[in-house]
């Protein structure tokens, strides 16, 4: 199912921010729906954010409104999760997904659903 590529994530401290880029090199994003999720240790997967294919972006976590931006850039294929304010309880594993919705489709999955993740990338909020 790993076949999205991530970059980004690292250490930041409380307050920073940071950009986690997702890209699709086997495919074409246009019809997808695409979201972050993130799992923390010892604690259940949660999902982020998603984006329709027609552009509706949905929270999937009260926690991140109004410190998390989801967007994609259909022309290069990529999506992207900036994250500002970041507190310590954001720290996790961060995973993008797709899933093929069709075009312009409002709805967001449910995480099952997702067809497509990236491999994972650390992020650590702590000084």
């Known amino acids: 199912q790993l076949q999205l590529v991530e970059s980004g994530g690292g250490l930041v401290q409380p307050g920073g921010s940071l950009r986690l880029s997702c890209a699709a090199p086997g495919f074409t994003l246009d019809y997808y729906a695409i979201g972050w999720f993130r799992q923390a240790p010892g604690k259940e997967r949660e999902g982020v954010l998603c984006?329709?294919?027609?552009?509706?972006?949905?929270s999937y976590a009260d926690s991140v409104k109004g410190r998390f931006t989801i967007s994609r850039d259909n022309a290069k294929n990529t999506f992207s999760l900036e994250m500002n304010s970041l507190k310590p309880e954001d720290t996790a594993v961060y995973y993008c997904?797709?899933?093929?919705?069709?075009?312009?489709?409002?709805?967001?999955?449910?995480?099952?659903?997702?067809?497509?993740r990236g491999q994972g990338t650390q992020v650590t909020v702590g000084s």
């Open positions: 984006m329709s294919s027609s552009g509706d972006m949905t």
């Open positions: 997904a797709a899933a093929l919705m069709g075009p312009a489709n409002g709805r967001c999955p449910e995480l099952d659903e997702y067809d497509y």
